[in-house]
């Protein structure tokens, strides 16, 4: 049995989970409402105030589903309720970051600042330091918004300039010397 896929989703106050026929899941919560249909071969139960995930059988196929939808039904519960944030940092000598309207406006060493405009349902602010940060309800469209403002100019392995998550390491390589 899957270790994941066997943890009750607990459901926290005000958050409303409805279960519609053909495994449809609509989440409520204080930041918005997230949908999803699964797939008819995991069956979703609700027991108080939890929810449980239970595959109807063993085969190779419904014991990666389990665990996989306990997790994405966790990621709505959380993310109506508290929300996802990536934090991105930009490095680089005269490198600048400004929020224009709902819109990013990255100048970072093109010769036209770089416009970023958000996909549905997610928000940037930014912070002193040249620090962008990316919010929303769902993780998949947060963590692929961060990915795609990363790679308008991925962190250089020299002097480590571009842009990268606030944690990232950034391995840097030795310049070539002047041994003729």
Same mark, same amino acid.
């Given at each position: 049995?899957?270790?994941?896929?066997?943890? +009750?989703?607990?459901?926290?106050?005000?958050?409303?989970?409805?279960?519609?026929?053909?495994?449809?899941?609509?989440?409520?919560?204080?930041?918005?409402?997230?949908?999803?249909?699964?797939?008819?071969?995991?069956?979703?139960?609700?027991e108080?105030?939890?929810?449980?995930?239970?595959?109807?059988?063993?085969?190779?196929?419904?014991?990666?589903?389990?665990?996989l939808t306990?997790?994405?039904?966790?990621?709505?519960?959380?993310?109506?309720?508290?929300?996802?944030?990536?934090?991105?940092?930009?490095?680089?000598?005269?490198?600048?970051?400004?929020?224009?309207?709902?819109?990013?406006?990255?100048?970072?060493?093109?010769?036209?600042?770089?416009?970023?405009? +958000?996909?549905?349902?997610?928000?940037?602010?930014?912070?002193?330091?040249?620090?962008?940060?990316?919010?929303?309800?769902?993780?998949?469209?947060?963590?692929?918004?961060?990915?795609?403002?990363?790679?308008?100019?991925?962190?250089?392995?020299?002097?480590?300039?571009?842009?990268?998550?606030?944690?990232?390491?950034?391995?840097?390589?030795?310049?070539?010397?002047?041994?003729?």
């Amino acid at each position: 049995m899957s270790r994941v896929g066997k943890m +009750p989703i607990k459901i926290e106050k005000g958050i409303e989970v409805n279960i519609l026929p053909d495994n449809k899941v609509v989440v409520k919560g204080p930041l918005g409402v997230m949908e999803r249909t699964f797939d008819r071969k995991i069956k979703i139960v609700r027991e108080d105030d939890n929810i449980k995930v239970v595959r109807k059988g063993d085969s190779k196929e419904e014991m990666a589903l389990h665990g996989l939808t306990r997790a994405l039904l966790n990621n709505m519960v959380v993310g109506v309720h508290r929300g996802f944030q990536k934090v991105l940092q930009i490095v680089g000598t005269g490198y600048k970051v400004n929020l224009q309207g709902k819109n990013l406006v990255l100048n970072i060493g093109f010769s036209h600042p770089v416009v970023v405009e +958000p996909k549905g349902g997610i928000t940037f602010s930014v912070l002193p330091g040249n620090k962008i940060v990316v919010k929303g309800i769902d993780k998949q469209k947060v963590g692929e918004q961060a990915a795609e403002i990363r790679m308008i100019r991925k962190p250089e392995p020299y002097k480590g300039k571009g842009i990268r998550y606030e944690n990232e390491w950034v391995r840097k390589k030795a310049g070539k010397t002047g041994v003729v």
